[in-house]
T-cell receptor
Framework: DAKTTQPPSMDCAEGRAANLPCNHS???????VYWYRQIHSQGPQYIIH???NNETNEMASLIITEDRKSSTLILPHATLRDTAVYYC????????????FGKGTHLIIQP | AAGVIQSPRHLIKEKRETATLKCYPI?????VYWYQQGPGQDPQFLIS???????DKGSIPDRFSAQQFSDYHSELNMSSLELGDSALYFC????????????FGPGTRLTVL
């Protein structure tokens, strides 16, 4: 699986949009970009994934650059409950492949 | 909605003992994954099963073994426990209808003394 690079930490004011970047310059054509988050010591939670088109669901939006070498997860209106470690993971997906968690970004939502 | 169930939630063992962790996937999910998260570390994939067959293998020590049963629940067996095995162990499940999404359980916290 391709390697990802994320900033170790970010702050965001409550109610504002949180934009979390991820670099994955070695991504291959059949690999998806996944985002999970982990709220302190809880099980990781799936957020969203995409291949090359931008995606949106009830939790977030995922913007993938045209060359697919980077992406941005957007939480449109961050709340205190969004404070967590956010992981960007690149994987060919499907099957029963395990996820390779990198270092992730610790997002802190400030009141 | 039903979630992944893990038992026990907490477990304390002595060095060189054995431990068995159990995972009950979401109903109708046929794939189970095991992850280990040491203190201050990120989750590490151990092993996965699809339809009771081992599917993918990560950094699982030889002292650990796992299996998936006919009712799709899974057990992680850990022998000759070491202090370094102290960690959170997460189980996740997914279905063939949505194989891209893994749903994680609350974890089992194992402490080896």
């Amino acid at each position: 699986d391709a390697k990802t690079t994320q900033p170790p930490s970010m702050d965001c004011a409550e109610g504002r949009a949180a934009n979390l970047p991820c670099n994955h310059s070695t991504i291959s054509g059949n690999e998806y970009v996944y985002w999970y988050r982990q709220i302190h010591s809880q099980g990781p939670q799936y957020i969203i994934h995409g291949l090359k088109n931008n995606e949106t669901n009830e939790m977030a939006s995922l913007i993938i650059t045209e060359d697919r070498k980077s992406s941005t997860l957007i939480l449109p209106h961050a709340t205190l409950r969004d404070t967590a470690v956010y992981y960007c993971i690149v994987s060919s997906g499907g099957g029963a492949d395990g996820l390779t968690f990198g270092k992730g970004t610790h997002l802190i939502i400030q009141p | 909605a039903a979630g992944v169930i893990q038992s026990p939630r907490h477990l304390i063992k002595e060095k060189r003992e054995t431990a068995t962790l159990k995972c009950y996937p979401i109903p109708r999910h046929d794939t189970v994954y095991w992850y280990q998260q040491g203190p201050g570390q990120d989750p590490q994939f151990l092993i996965s099963f699809y339809e009771k067959m081992q599917s993918d293998k990560g950094s699982i020590p030889d002292r650990f073994s796992a299996q998936q049963f006919s009712d799709y629940h899974s057990e992680l067996n850990m022998s000759s426990l070491e202090l370094g095995d102290s960690a959170l162990y997460f189980c996740a499940s997914s279905s063939t209808l949505r194989p891209d999404t893994q749903y994680f359980g609350p974890g089992t916290r194992l402490t080896v003394l």
